[in-house]
């Protein structure tokens, strides 16, 4: 098959989108298929041009939005592609829009009796009316610390913990227009990758736990990217019943917002509480080094062969 990878962006998860989209294209070759990057570059251009991209988009079997963030993990690419009529790998344009927009992911999973992290979103003036947003907060049982970030985003990118009122204020503006403010959660970080195969089935991998950087205040974009002193530990350590519960979940969040393909699901477990959902990802970092490929290769799929389920479950689906 002629696979076609859509890599870069304009979003700050750029650099690493074109590692996943690079890590993508090799496995692609490996399995004998002919893989066409296409890159966007920083500023949200196709470098081949868009009408040259279009034809190229068209003479493939089937195109990998290896995508990270705003521009293409949030339903537009995802639009674009199927207003060409091109089948693709992963979420279509409504589940990928909610998965990016973290309030509507968690209205729409609380609608469902689906535990999520307490928080709250501030639009409009309440992001730089100091009064209405502490009312708003103090309405919703928030209090120091809390965790600000902005609404639509991805990879920590922007995240801040606020521990008083001139940090939160700093917060919030840095994570300006659309910001969610979360309560924070003391406990285990515990990640779950689901896939879907060919014949409509949807799995998830041994869960993997983060237990981050602890020269860094939480796990932030430079625990994730630039510390080696973070570590993911998969399978994490978990009891049958917890690791029943978490999996039995992530399936449900996976459904509940219509994904295809494949998601992770990352979660929050206290140590005298709840597990609650944290936030999805509908294209996550798909780096060989990233959480998603390292939970498959615990399952016993390597990285090309999980590459190889997204093209056939794209492929079945049309």
Same mark, same amino acid.
């Given at each position: ?8 962006? %304009?979003? /700050? ?12 294209? #090799? ?11 296409? !890159? ?22 089937? *195109? ?8 293409? @993990? ?14 693709? &790998? ?7 829009? &909610?998965?990016?927009? #973290?309030?509507? *992911?968690?209205?729409?999973? +609380?609608?469902?009796?689906?535990? &999520? ?14 009064? %209405?947003?502490? $009312?708003?907060? #103090? ?8 965790? !600000? #970030? ?9 995240? +801040?913990?606020? +521990? ?5 204020? %700093?917060? &919030? ?41 602890? @020269? ?13 002193? *973070?570590?993911?530990? !998969? ?13 039995? +979940? ?19 477990? /206290? ?19 990233? $959480? ?6 615990? %399952? ?19």
């Amino acid at each position: 098959m002629r696979v076609a990878i859509v890599m870069g962006g %304009a979003s /700050p998860e750029h650099q690493v989108s074109l590692a996943s989209g690079r890590g993508i294209a #090799k496995a692609v070759d490996l399995l004998g298929h002919t893989a066409i990057p296409l !890159v966007i570059d920083a500023e949200g251009n196709w470098q081949d041009g868009q009408h040259e991209a279009i034809e190229i988009l068209q003479a493939c079997d089937v *195109t990998i939005p290896a995508l990270h963030g705003e521009g293409g @993990e949030d339903g537009r690419l995802q639009g674009f592609f199927d207003h060409l009529h091109i089948p693709y &790998v992963g979420s279509g344009v409504a589940a990928s829009a &909610v998965g990016l927009d #973290k309030h509507l *992911t968690k209205a729409v999973l +609380t609608a469902h009796g689906i535990a &999520v992290t307490p928080g709250v979103a501030l639009r409009g003036n309440e992001v730089t009316d100091t009064e %209405a947003m502490l $009312q708003k907060l #103090k309405a919703a049982g928030l209090d120091y610390p809390l965790f !600000v #970030k902005p609404a639509n985003g991805g990879s920590s990118f922007g995240v +801040t913990r606020a +521990t008083n009122l001139s940090s939160l204020l %700093a917060a &919030v503006a840095d994570a300006a227009p659309d910001v969610l403010v979360e309560r924070e959660m003391a406990g285990r970080e515990i990640d779950l990758a689901v896939l879907e195969f060919p014949d409509g089935r949807i799995e998830t991998a041994p869960a993997l736990e983060i237990h981050a950087d602890p @020269e860094q205040p939480f796990f932030n974009a430079a625990a994730k990217y630039d510390s080696g002193a *973070t570590r993911f530990v !998969v399978p994490a350590p978990l009891d049958a019943a917890l690791a029943d519960r978490l999996r039995r +979940t992530a399936i449900e969040v996976f459904e509940v917002l219509g994904c295809a393909g494949l998601a992770r699901v990352d979660f929050f477990v /206290p140590a005298d509480g709840e597990p609650v959902v944290n936030e999805i990802n509908t294209f996550p970092g798909f780096t060989p080094a990233s $959480q998603f490929p390292r939970m498959w290769a615990a %399952a016993g799929l390597s990285y090309a062969e999980v590459v190889d389920t997204l093209i056939r479950t794209a492929v079945a689906r049309g």
